[in-house]
């Protein structure tokens, strides 16, 4: 249907100027993507542009340009166009990760109710509608937390317990629970330990994105007194937020003693969700000097392998401090998973030797290296001493930037640019003119961080109204 509207204000259009004709087709193309709609035979912004008063790229850039968040968080102006644009970026920035199961390894399906697995990307939307630099969206340990609105019963996905009772979320029974009576195989026991009714993941429509510093649910680690805040970022911005290291976890109820432990699935999933890059990221030559022939470890004595290993384990190590755990039993009540940071009680440092086993490793410093090649070709070797500080050298690498204009660009033009044809760009001097106009957006958004200005860019190329 939308192919035969379009189809029909070309028709409608030929006794119109070349100029004006591209101006209505970018309004057109950048309305059904940001309003999923074609603009009405009345709109204000169609007949500004037939008077020539106003180029398409403007009438595109009007729907995003002035929208921001005031200090509750909400979007502003707030109008149903306004919303459906926040939404429609918002779907877009989700889309981003790929693993966002939160129930991994456990059946504490509550998880999706208490978490929300899109709070990562939540940096993404807050960035865009901000004067923030795109890079900081992997500094910090700020909360991003959704605020909608809904005009039903705020009913949750899991709103049941266990045994299929059903209790209206704000009732005075309590069925988030921590801990037990008795040790369990989790080795959890003592007295216990319940939820005040906790704040869970809001939902209904989007209408903000709110940044909390403070906390109000707050559970105690297995069997003792320490208390800590469950929805508290690790840091590193979009990478070290609760939901994203639950869903990218390698290992629950597990602590990080030895090679086996490492976070190799997250450190995965940071370079292909936020870089567009997929392992292995080193050549045999990189890895030579860590080959171990003589282990008893099969992938530290093979090279293939530790082109893989390399990268992951090194940056998997940033991670060894905290742990993912479940924090209650599935006995009627609701629990959920939650990852809890140990204390540093040593000073101990790998020195590019990852330990086959180490009792106390978890509670070892988190340094680590961030170790592959980037898209230019450069070998990046950069040691790291906690994972706040994985996410600022990542900040500092080229991927990222090019990794969001790569996906912007397909976005808006549907073309799928390899992350390939930039290696190959700077590797044999490639001629093609829009991977040169590509490299331009993205050394200009690692310069500038401004993705609205991007965005616009993109809309002004040629390659936006290109058929693909």
Request: charged share 25%; hydrophobic share 30%.
């Amino acid at each position: 249907m939308k192919n035969f509207l379009f189809f029909s204000f070309l028709i409608t259009t030929q006794s119109i100027s070349a100029g004006i004709q591209d101006s209505l087709a970018r309004y057109y193309k950048c309305s059904a993507l940001l309003l999923e709609r074609y603009p009405k035979s009345n709109d204000k912004k169609v007949k500004l542009i037939k008077e020539e008063k106003l180029s398409g790229t403007e009438a595109c850039e009007d729907l995003y340009q002035g929208l921001h968040f005031n200090k509750e968080g909400l979007l502003t102006p707030a109008t149903s166009r306004s919303l459906k644009v926040f939404s429609s970026f918002q779907k877009f920035y989700n889309s981003w990760i790929k693993l966002k199961n939160l129930n991994f390894e456990t059946q504490d399906f509550s998880n999706t109710d208490y978490y929300d697995i899109n709070e990562g990307p939540y940096h993404l939307t807050y960035s865009l509608f901000s004067k923030e630099h795109f890079g900081e969206i992997f500094k910090g340990n700020t909360f991003y937390k959704a605020k909608r609105k809904s005009s039903s019963d705020k009913r949750y996905f899991f709103d049941r317990d266990i045994h299929g009772f059903r209790f209206e979320v704000d009732t005075p029974f309590n069925k988030w629970k921590i801990g037990s009576e008795d040790s369990d195989e989790y080795g959890q026991q003592g007295p216990n330990r319940f939820f005040d009714r906790p704040q869970l993941a809001e939902v209904g429509q989007l209408i903000g994105i709110r940044k909390i510093n403070s906390y109000t649910n707050k559970i105690f680690y297995r069997d003792t007194d320490i208390s800590f805040y469950p929805n508290k970022p690790k840091g590193a911005g979009v990478i070290g937020t609760n939901p994203y290291l639950i869903a990218n976890s390698s290992s629950l109820n597990r602590k990080v003693m030895g090679l086996f432990d490492y976070d190799r699935r997250w450190a995965t999933s940071v370079f292909r969700d936020y870089l567009c890059l997929e392992l292995p990221l080193l050549s045999e030559n990189d890895v030579l000097k860590y080959i171990d022939k003589e282990s008893n470890t099969s992938f530290l004595t093979d090279s293939k392998c530790m082109q893989c290993h390399v990268t992951m384990d090194f940056m998997g190590a940033t991670l060894r401090n905290i742990e993912r755990y479940n924090t209650g039993d599935d006995d009627g009540n609701f629990s959920i998973v939650a990852s809890y940071t140990h204390s540093v009680e040593e000073r101990k440092r790998f020195k590019e030797e990852l330990p086959t086993h180490y009792a106390k490793l978890f509670k070892t410093s988190p340094d680590g290296i961030l170790y592959f090649r980037d898209i230019k070709g450069n070998l990046i070797r950069e040691k790291v001493e906690n994972l706040e500080q994985l996410g600022q050298k990542i900040s500092q690498t080229d991927a990222p930037y090019y990794c969001a204009v790569k996906r912007h660009f397909e976005y808006f033009t549907n073309y799928n640019v390899p992350m390939n044809a930039f290696f190959q760009y700077y590797q044999n001097n490639t001629k093609d003119p829009l991977i040169r106009y590509l490299v331009k957006l993205s050394e200009e958004l690692k310069e500038k961080g401004n993705l609205k200005k991007m965005i616009t860019q993109i809309i002004a190329s040629p390659y936006f109204l290109e058929k693909k």
